[in-house]
């Protein structure tokens, strides 16, 4: 990279920190421009398309302002592109070449260009509605110019990655599959995630799901043995309810470009630290009846698709077995009336897309390459738009779920008559750590009543059954109040209620489990200032090794109280937005004046304390809380190989040091200090003009100054106590101070500011 192109980065980069729009943020359209040195950019693409699918080396991009220069682009989809297109899917790919780019954390850009939607807002409006009920991409708008010249409105998705994996999973190194078919999905396709069981050999299934780990076909094979044939297991494979919520959200949205439909694709598998895999859904650009492909099990009407579609397919066995349990089909029931009801009964959709049409109006009117005309986006809420392909027509967005909703209130599996929760509550209001507490709920007209419960977030629920019996802390017997004793035996406690009669059930909350009631546990906190973030390496190489025989990234809390103290209820992170994002382990505790290292390695299945989450060598915060209240944070900026970033003293300022893996902080010493009896100080540390060296030693002592590469920078002798070393026009970094006399010597190092 020449000079200009390097400042040019640092500066928009700058910029980025400090002035950027959230990329997602659905009140603005953002605008991405890219660059291509080649006229014939879009024959390039094409041709990448049709052979190896690989990116083609863009010049630059500028997202909102901030430039990135060399970054991947490749055209993306499999029925919305088309070589004839003059507006086809992109992905920009930003750590293509240089692994460090990302704007605000995000390496991907998945862009849609709006084909089968004379909305627009298809994708976007979906992607809000699903939010309230699963983890799921962000999503909103952006304005695309390549060479200069508009090319249109996309939608723009979050790509569902590593990243998304650790922000919502906790982890982002277990088993991922992305569920399409290698080749793509369409008429005679030979394969699909369809999930049915084949055989014992991953490979036969390899042709169907894309692994996107390095490691993960046993997981999956396994998981979609127990799905066939051990289902009684199924919950310890799978995250039940999640899926449930996700053909609830295809069935009433008309979404069959998804697991419900002909080609049981455009979904994610990644297995969790509960060693579960957990669906996410993906791809809604043609939700709301636009997909053309239908449901895979005969004709179907989109206004009247019965919330029991495919539950007797033979292409789905997903379906086919959770309908097929009673407990599962009434879940299933109660996720559907949530969603008609509080989104499409309600209106309350209509609020979220009549804006989403006022922020690209103008964007849609300029779009030179739009599938439709500006009086079909106009009237896309209400009017079908007629088409020559497959499907015939695109309905109207409000007309079709107007139709939904009418059809729900007539179907007979929605009207069945589900339990009333009328009153939930704790035994104790504000209890400790480590009581038992009874959890009651009131509930009428039903068979069965359970607890949904987790004592740390990452963790699954725990479902158990509640009483009515007089004998468990629930009052009289046969009073309609339920009870059930829980230990709080952890740092939080997290739990829904879910009652049901043989016909349909009922959570509290409704969104259960994506949603729960929560009850605070007065937990033995440290004071504020007790336990400090006391040393870190973000680019270890050689200084230490964990039980695993792996290098990682590595920090290290600091205990500065007179007592012992137990660290239960407290989190590091290194993202503000989500304090909780690791939780230290229940009983971890530090003794008094001493340290505990970590390993910020994102090995959270090893053995011992490994965080979700690893130390960026280019810089980051690091942020210990109890997911509420800041304990210690701290910023620090690019690190150098096996310099740590250190308190020196412990629990003073930080600076760049020779590392003290595991031992208090000894910042203005070298390691073997101890063995020799010379008193040498250099001070100010860090300096930011000369440097001066002290000694007890009346004698002649050799003095060498050695940069952070071993290179010789000052030398000279040293015969009276103090020594001023003209350093004030060095460059800035780490050096090491070497003071020899003729029985013994000693390195120092300093920062220079």
């Not at 295809?250 to 002909?262: F, I, K």
Request: with cysteine; proline share 3%; glycine share 8%.
């Amino acid at each position: 990279m020449n000079k200009l192109i390097f400042i040019t980065t640092i500066l928009t980069l700058y910029s980025q920190s400090i002035t950027a729009q959230g990329f997602y943020d659905r009140a603005t359209v953002q605008t991405i421009e890219l660059f291509f040195a080649a006229s014939n950019w879009d024959a390039q693409l094409d041709a990448l398309a049709s052979t190896t699918e690989d990116y083609l080396l863009a010049d630059s991009v500028r997202i909102n302002g901030v430039v990135f220069d060399s970054v991947g682009v490749k055209y993306k989809g499999n029925s919305s592109y088309n070589a004839n297109n003059n507006k086809n899917p992109i992905h920009i790919e930003l750590d293509w070449v240089h692994g460090s780019y990302d704007y605000q954390g995000y390496t991907d850009i998945k862009l849609q260009n709006g084909y089968q939607d004379p909305s627009m807002i298809r994708e976007v409006l979906a992607y809000a509605v699903l939010e309230q009920y699963m983890d799921c991409p962000k999503a909103n708008f952006a304005n695309v110019y390549i060479n200069g010249t508009l090319r249109g409105l996309y939608s723009s998705a979050e790509s569902i990655n590593k990243k998304f994996n650790g922000d919502h999973y906790y982890t982002s190194n277990g088993s991922f599959f992305k569920c399409n078919p290698i080749g793509g999905a369409g008429p005679g396709a030979s394969v699909s995630p369809d999930l049915k069981y084949i055989n014992s050999d991953s490979s036969s299934y390899f042709n169907g799901y894309e692994l996107k780990s390095t490691y993960g076909w046993n997981d999956l094979v396994d998981m979609i043995d127990t799905l066939n044939n051990n289902f009684t297991f199924i919950e310890d494979v799978l995250d039940v309810d999640r899926a449930l919520w996700m053909l609830a959200f295809n069935n009433v949205l008309v979404n069959l470009d998804s697991y419900s439909g002909a080609f049981r694709q455009n979904y994610y598998l990644y297995k969790d630290l509960n060693d579960r895999f957990l669906p996410t859904v993906w791809d809604l650009n043609m939700s709301f009846g636009g997909f053309p492909g239908g449901t895979g099990s005969g004709q179907y009407t989109a206004t009247t698709l019965d919330p029991m579609s495919n539950s007797t397919s033979t292409i789905h066995p997903l379906i086919v077995k959770l309908l097929g349990n009673a407990m599962y089909k009434r879940m299933y029931m109660a996720h559907i009336r949530t969603i008609v009801q509080e989104i499409f009964a309600s209106g309350d959709y209509l609020t979220t897309a009549n804006t989403f049409r006022a922020t690209i109006d103008a964007s849609v009117q300029a779009d030179p390459y739009k599938f439709f005309t500006y009086t079909q986006f106009q009237n896309s809420l209400t009017t079908a738009v007629t088409t020559g392909g497959p499907g015939g027509s695109i309905p109207g967005i409000q007309a079709l779920m107007n139709a939904r909703v009418t059809f729900f209130n007539s179907n007979s599996n929605y009207l069945l008559v589900a339990p009333a929760i009328t009153a939930y509550g704790s035994s104790v209001a504000s209890p400790l750590y480590g009581q038992t507490i009874t959890i009651t709920a009131t509930s009428t007209n039903t068979s069965a009543v359970y607890l949904g419960y987790r004592l740390e977030h990452p963790l699954k629920f725990t479902r158990v059954q509640m009483f009515d019996d007089g004998a468990h802390n629930d009052g009289a017997a046969g009073d309609n109040v339920y009870g059930v004793d829980v230990a709080l035996n952890g740092v939080l406690f997290e739990y829904y209620i879910y009652s049901e009669n043989s016909s349909a059930g009922l959570f509290s909350p409704q969104r259960a489990e994506h949603e729960y009631h929560s009850l605070a546990i007065n937990l033995p906190y440290p004071a504020i200032g007790d336990v400090l973030i006391n040393e870190l390496m973000a680019d270890n190489s050689i200084t230490a090794y964990d039980s695993n025989g792996e290098n990682d990234d590595w920090f290290e809390l600091y205990n500065s109280s007179t007592t012992g103290v137990d660290l239960t209820g407290l989190y590091v992170s290194d993202d503000a937005t989500n304090l909780m994002k690791w939780q230290i382990p229940v009983g971890t505790s530090i003794a008094s004046n001493d340290v505990l290292v970590i390993w910020a390695d994102d090995d959270v299945d090893q053995s011992g304390l490994h965080t979700n989450f690893k130390l960026s060598s280019a810089g980051e915060s690091l942020i210990l809380s109890n997911g509420a209240t800041i304990y210690d944070q701290i910023a620090f900026g690019i690190q150098t190989t096996d310099v740590s970033y250190a308190r020196c003293p412990d629990g003073g300022t930080f600076t760049n040091t020779t590392p003290t893996f595991d031992e208090l902080n000894n910042c203005f010493l070298s390691i073997d200090d101890a063995l020799i009896p010379m008193n040498i100080s250099v001070y100010p540390v860090p300096s930011n003009g000369n440097v001066f060296v002290s000694s007890n030693k009346a004698e002649k002592l050799t003095i060498i100054v050695m940069d952070i590469q071993g290179r010789i920078v000052y030398q000279t002798s040293m015969e009276n106590e103090l020594l001023e070393i003209p350093s004030i026009n060095w460059n800035a970094g780490m050096y090491y101070i070497r003071v020899a006399s003729e029985s013994t010597s000693k390195t120092i190092a300093f920062i220079k500011e």
